[in-house]
């Protein structure tokens, strides 16, 4: 590997390590999004959001194999069924546990990722399938760095996706409630906002977040029940990076963590390469223990 | 009949879950699809080794609130170091097995370290990330795995036994896992367990009784991690070879799926739990196996495989959604309705004033020492200076008002006396020591308790619970002697018992002991909290709005309660409060704050006659002064709001 790497110039090894990280990075971003969203709107950490995207993908599979759609179809397909399983989970699971201790909450959204894992696994086998690019044709040359279609659009979606979160959040009375509710639930309720309809609206909102990453990473990695689990813990750690309640901390968490990984793979161990990401991420938080942009919520007696 | 068997119930309960422990192979046979084979037994040892983490995670987890996703990782260190020196450099298993024990505890402390700044999501993907690293790390080094099949070792066993025999495997693992259990037990009834729920419960009351929150915290990961460590030794003895690929993630959320199936907060549940997800899967590949060739028989093609995943899935939403106390929980509550406990009764403890005299000689010693003085206390948050240049003294014994309009910074001086908040300029000095830089938890030790405004009890803990935690920093156990329970720890924990109860008895709550202060009316909670702060043995006590929210009549009761105190206990009290009439009667002398200024000091005829505090109270000038007329036409009123600080 490293006898390979050392006969091409040095910056293109450079480049072509930052390019291919940032569509990992693209990836953990709209997953850890999709975290922080929810974090904000239910305090709950969703253990279950690498598997449900998983899911909504396998769903966009059954569209294009067994109904033989295009692929247009089965990727709005996908959404519309995340949109559902997310806001349902919110309401039959979550809605019940609000008072329930933390460590409840978080343990149904392990029980149902293990669950849609399961289920996956009897209807659509653990054997890894072929899922197809949104968009082929020949990869792009920066000078000698090349630049896969997939990875472009990656980085493409995760950039009109964070703008258009931007927009959401900024300028829509949705997406202000949405924020008046994360700062303080009662004092929106009291403003007339249905926070329980904003939450299941959050839940619905991240799942398809995560079904566009399903959607766009499946190429990469063969489409198996079990494929997002190493995607879904890089997100959780992208998320906890970049600050827990801080979505444009999602997205610069995302980018680079994509980045280090990278890096790391490439001029330091592929072995080791999550162990670095980790050592990197652990160190930040000792001396940020709420990551680069979050908040600290400071309790007062 | 009944009667001696509910008296007796502890008893016959220890003794069943004995007898189910030494005979636990010969019941695991009597359940049907289970043989009499290695294979049976095998599980049985897996459910006992993974009882031991289950336990380890408990204390953590369930008592300590630090959740842990990484203990995989843990039992991979455990396993390894376990082989290692056993295989490696040939030593007796029993050896090997103390040595992964010590070891991985000190892997524990260290990754305490981080935890100490981290809490929630935060800490959870520390944890994961360690979890992640370690098997990478392991097969990184390389050290002693021999290809795909791992690390091979010797299996252990009782002497004389062959090493294939799993039966006798269970006798020699039955030994250590009772040990664990004791031991966690006796932590869970002592001190330090106190000191973990205490800690997940809230941070700020936990400081605030002289719970170190780094120092319970590194015990609590170190404790957990050296169980896990013992657990890995075990792992690998029982497998007889080891791969990094079998301590992943997936593992570690098993280890808490046990503890939540269990039950929380319950040891004997982390041993339920780890039967149940061992036993259970077995079944249920059984079933989804019948399954199969049923559908198949029928023409479906279907493949039901790995039919862990939808089992552990729907126990886990079941659980948590239908039975969050666990199997621990259900079973309580079983007993409970059939063999409901004897009532005990707790008589002619509000005669005894041993507690009382005690204290008082304690705090009489005292006297001669000076109080405490403030000296030029100054306290800003970002451009407000909450209190500026604030200076006073209280003598021991002394019942003095600290009082002011809404933001005048009463409350900031409290907090800055109990180090929740460190003051910018001034000298904070009690007993002739200076305390201004003094951690919050250090405060109780040195005779200061306090109680809160917005009460910071343990809302889900016992009374009983709370006073005992109220008495953290007076009880001498270590350590070891609370994880052994000595006599002299068990002596110590019946005499706090004993001081609990005189306290309850003489702030008559005697009634609330067993119950939750959560469950209680506002009015009782303030008086635990008090109760709490009196348990602790102290010579001042801060009282951050005693009368909010209570009555007229309940306020003339306080009034009478707090001088009580200082008499009969010989305490020195500092009170914040805003009802006029209470600090009128009962304080000997006040001081008047205003935009974080003191405005005035004095007795409290002069206080009431200072133009100054009657401009800064205007328009409140006539409840100053009509206020006891006032109350009497509205007997119902409630005080003023929780201020704001």
């Known amino acids: 590997m490293m006898s390979v790497v050392a006969q091409i110039d040095p910056l293109v090894t450079f480049g072509q390590a930052l390019v291919n990280g940032l569509a990992f990075g693209s990836i953990y971003a709209l997953v850890a999004l999709g975290l922080v969203l929810i974090f904000k709107s239910s305090d709950i950490v969703n253990f279950a959001n690498g598997e449900m995207a998983m899911f909504s993908t396998f769903i966009a599979f059954a569209f294009l194999d067994a109904l033989k759609m295009p692929y247009w179809v089965s990727f709005l397909g996908a959404l519309v069924f995340a949109a559902f399983l997310g806001a349902g989970t919110e309401l039959v699971l979550i809605r019940p546990l609000r008072k329930a201790s933390p460590l409840s909450q978080v343990l149904v959204t ?31 040359k920066l000078g ?13 979606v995760a950039i009109v996706i964070a703008f258009l979160l931007y927009i959401f959040f900024r300028y829509t009375m949705i997406g202000i409630a949405l924020r008046g509710m994360a700062q303080n639930t009662l004092a929106a309720r009291l403003m007339g906002v249905n926070t329980e309809r904003m939450t299941t609206l959050t839940w619905a909102l991240s799942t398809m977040l995560g079904a566009i990453a399903g959607m766009l990473i499946a190429p990469n990695t063969f489409l198996e029940p079990l494929m997002m689990a190493d995607v879904a813990i890089k997100a959780f750690a992208a998320a906890v990076l970049g600050g827990f309640t801080s979505m444009p901390g999602a997205v610069l968490g995302g980018l680079a963590l994509g980045v280090i990984d990278n ?23 000792v001396i940020k223990p709420n990551g680069l942009l979050g908040t600290t919520v400071k309790k007062k007696v | 009949m ?8 502890k008893w016959i309960g220890y003794g069943l879950r004995t007898g189910m422990a030494l005979f636990a192979p010969f019941l695991m046979i009597l359940i049907p699809g289970f043989e009499a084979n290695n294979y049976t037994y095998s599980i049985l040892n897996f459910a006992m080794i993974y009882s031991i983490v289950g336990i380890g995670l408990s204390l953590l987890t369930g008592y300590a609130g630090q959740i842990s996703l990484g203990h995989s990782g843990l039992m991979a260190i455990g396993a390894y170091t376990a082989a290692q020196t056993s295989t490696g450099f040939g030593m007796p298993f029993f ?59 010797v299996k252990p066993n009782l002497p004389g036994f062959d090493p294939e025999n799993d039966l006798a495997r269970y006798y020699m693992i039955l030994p250590i896992v009772a040990i664990v259990f004791f031991v ?21 009351a936990a400081q605030a009784m002289g719970v170190g929150l780094a120092r319970y915290k590194v015990i609590a990961f170190t404790i957990s991690a050296a169980m896990t460590g013992i657990a890995g030794a075990l792992y690998v003895g029982q497998i007889g070879r080891i791969s990094a690929e079998e301590f992943n993630l997936l593992q570690s959320i098993l280890f808490l799926v ?11 549940g982390a041993v339920a739990g780890a039967l149940l997800m061992t036993i259970l899967p077995e079944f249920v590949n059984r079933l989804s196996n019948f399954l199969q060739e049923s559908l198949n028989n029928a023409g479906l093609n279907v493949q039901l495989k790995n039919p862990q995943y939808v089992l552990y899935g729907l126990l886990i939403i079941l659980f948590v959604m239908f039975l969050p106390e666990g199997l621990a929980g259900a079973w309580r509550r079983f007993m409970n309705r059939f063999f409901p406990e004897p009532v005990e009764v707790i008589s002619g403890l509000s005669a005894d004033h041993s507690l009382q005299e005690q204290i008082r000689v304690e705090n009489i010693e005292q006297q001669a020492k000076p109080g405490l003085e403030i000296k030029n206390l100054t306290m800003r948050f970002g451009g407000i200076t909450a209190v500026s240049d604030f200076s006073m003294t209280l003598k021991p014994g002394e019942i003095v008002g600290l009082i002011g309009p809404n933001g005048a910074g009463k409350t900031t001086v409290f907090n800055c006396l109990s180090s929740f908040y460190r003051p910018n300029e001034g000298q904070l000095m009690w007993e002739g020591k200076d305390i201004t830089n003094q951690p919050p938890q250090y405060k109780l030790k040195g005779g200061i308790a306090r109680t809160f405004q917005n009460l910071e009890l343990f809302k889900n803990l016992t009374v009983m619970e709370n006073l005992l935690i109220g008495q953290h920093p007076r009880l001498k156990q270590s350590l070891f002697s609370s994880m052994l329970l000595t006599p002299a720890t068990r002596r110590e924990e019946k005499v706090a018992r004993q001081r609990a109860r005189e306290i309850l008895a003489f702030l008559e709550i005697s009634d609330t002991e067993n119950m939750r202060p959560g469950s209680l009316p506002f009015g009782k909670q ?50 914040v409060e805003h009802d006029m009439s209470f600090v009128m009667n009962l304080c000997e002398r006040l001081y008047v704050l205003d935009f974080g200024k003191k405005i005035a000091e004095g007795t409290p005829e002069k206080v009431q006659a200072d133009p100054a505090v009657i401009e800064a109270y205007l328009g409140e000038r006539e409840e100053l002064v009509d206020s006891e007329e006032e109350r009497n036409n509205n007997e119902a009123t409630t005080k003023s709001a929780p201020e704001r600080t």
């Open chain 1, 144 to 156: 000698s760095i090349i630049i896969k279609q997939g990875d472009l659009l990656r980085i493409g």
């Open chain 2, 258 to 268: 046990i503890i939540a199936i269990g039950g929380l907060n319950t040891l004997g």
């Open chain 2, 526 to 575: 303030k008086r635990v909290e008090l109760a709490r702060a009196l348990v602790s043995r102290p010579r001042l006590i801060l009282l951050d709005e005693p009368a909010a929210g209570a009555n007229n009549r309940e306020t003339a009761d306080l009034a009478k309660l707090i001088r009580r105190i200082r008499d009969e206990f010989g305490i020195a009290i500092l009170l």
């Open chain 2, 95 to 153: 050896i090997s097995m103390l040595i992964a024990m010590v070891f991985t505890g000190f892997i524990g402390f260290l990754l305490a370290l981080p935890a100490l700044r981290l809490s929630g999501p935060y800490l959870a993907v520390a944890t994961v990330g360690f979890g992640v690293a370690v098997p990478q790390i392991i097969k990184y080094l390389n050290f002693r795995t021999e290809g795909i099949e791992g690390l091979k070792i």
């Open chain 1, 110 to 140: 392990i029980g149902l990722g293990t669950l849609l894992t399961g289920i996956a696994g009897w209807v659509w086998t653990f054997e890894g399938k072929p899922f197809p690019d949104a968009i082929t044709g020949a990869p792009a």
């Open chain 2, 184 to 204: 966690a037990t006796n932590i869970t009834r002592t001190k330090v367990g106190r000191a973990f729920l205490a800690i997940r419960e809230t941070e700020i």
């Open chain 2, 2 to 9: 009944q009667q001696t068997f509910n008296q007796n119930r």
């Open chain 1, 263 to 285: 890096m790391v793979g490439t001029y330091l161990s592929q072995e080791l390469r999550s162990t670095f990401a980790f050592a990197v991420i652990i160190g930040v938080l």
